[in-house]
């Protein structure tokens, strides 16, 4: 409320050192001003409280709220310049106000924590790099996909896309859907070059699954921060890990034989996605700069553009019910550059 009052104050303080436009004129110029100036804040306003409500979000104090609502303003208005280009046809996807839309973009860069992968995988079966499959395959369907989870605050992707790819390989081979521990993973992979919640790739979470196995969600429970090794019931032990050509052909071809596999991405710009094929030739695409790790759980095509399905971390709030579509064929955000899956 304070904002609006003072703003409606500065302009009648203005306004009246034009006494020389006639009264009704003057009248006329302050209460137009000043709804312009109600109706967009209050609006801004109406979605700040609609947002923290969601989110549950509170700050510890008036000043962190004011620069909270600032940076929420800006990053609203980046929200609705998109989708005005979406209305128009411009463009094939969709921002929103989201969980980051209090955010700055260092600090989402933080929560980006993917670190490339010095770990090499078994090479693929030439029987799987040309298989001809479905045009179109989403693994939900299968019933081959656990559901969408949320990291929170601890850069863990990496751990979420191994587990994920974990969960789905044990569909895959014993038609049951367990889900596995990300915390055992962020806790207990130091060793082979992870940093938990600062970082790792889902390599690492796949050696140490062959080495030591995994145990179950239920087990080892998600905790969102690091925490010392805990010794656990394995549930799972993987007997190794394939790393795929950096092919989007080779990479659909995987998807439709073996079932969804990790692969890391470029992430900084999706993170106000809400929903549509996200297709940014400007989303960088080099293997260096690749930031995050998701499950790739499909392909299709929508209004005659081809995608990726991706099931990501950010909880069922983010984007289509915790999904997005990436753009195929253009090596969109570099998804070609990384890709991996275990094999039990
Ligand atoms: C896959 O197909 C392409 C083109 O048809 C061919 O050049 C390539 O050798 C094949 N790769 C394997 C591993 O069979
Ligand atoms: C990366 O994107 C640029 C610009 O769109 C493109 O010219 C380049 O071919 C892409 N590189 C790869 C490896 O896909």
């Given amino acids: 409320m ?8 500065t302009i009648l303080v203005w306004t009246g050192g034009f006494h020389y436009l006639g009264y009704t004129t003057m009248k006329f110029l302050i209460v137009l001003v000043a709804v312009a100036l109600a109706a967009n804040a209050l609006s801004d306003r109406e979605q700040w409280d609609e ?12 000043a962190e709220e004011t620069r909270r609502f600032a940076i929420f303003q800006d990053n609203l208005r980046v929200i609705e310049q998109h989708n005005a280009k979406y209305e128009r046809g411009e463009t094939s996807f969709a921002r929103g106000v989201n ?12 929560l980006l924590n993917r670190k490339p992968s010095p770990k090499t995988g078994n090479t693929m079966t030439a029987a799987m790099i040309n298989a001809t499959v479905a045009d179109s395959l989403d693994w939900r369907a299968q019933g081959a996909v656990a559901t969408v989870k949320d990291q929170g605050d601890c850069g863990s992707c990496w751990a979420f896309a191994a587990v994920g790819a974990m ?6 081979k014993n038609g049951q859907l367990v889900q596995f521990s990300e915390q055992q993973l962020i806790d207990c992979t130091t060793s082979y070059g992870t940093v938990g919640c600062d970082g790792g790739f889902m390599q690492g979470g796949f050696e140490y699954a062959h080495d030591n196995g995994i145990s179950t969600e239920d087990a080892y429970p998600y905790a969102a921060k690091d925490q010392s090794c805990q010794s656990t019931t394995v549930f799972l032990t993987i007997s190794s890990f394939v790393q795929i050509e950096q092919n989007e052909d080779t990479i ?27 297709d940014n030739p400007s989303c960088p695409n080099s293997s260096e700069e690749l930031d995050h790790e998701v499950l790739l759980v499909g392909y299709g095509s929508e209004n005659g553009q081809d995608y990726w399905l991706i099931k990501n971390s950010w909880g069922t709030n ?3 019910s915790g ?5 195929r064929n253009s090596n969109m955000c570099g998804i070609a550059q990384d890709s991996a899956y275990p094999v039990l």
């Fill in 2 to 9: 304070r904002h609006e009052s003072v703003c409606v104050f």
């Fill in 51 to 62: 947002f923290k409500l969601k989110h549950g979000k509170s700050y510890r104090n008036l």
């Fill in 99 to 110: 969980r980051f839309t209090d955010m700055t973009k260092e600090e989402i860069k933080k």
């Fill in 167 to 172: 969960e789905s390989a044990y569909y895959m």
């Fill in 252 to 278: 659909k071809s995987v998807v439709g034989t073996v079932g969804p596999v990790g692969v890391a991405i470029y992430a900084d710009d999706i993170v106000s996605y809400s929903s549509g094929v996200y």
């Fill in 318 to 320: 983010w984007g289509e």
């Fill in 323 to 327: 999904y997005i579509k990436l753009a």
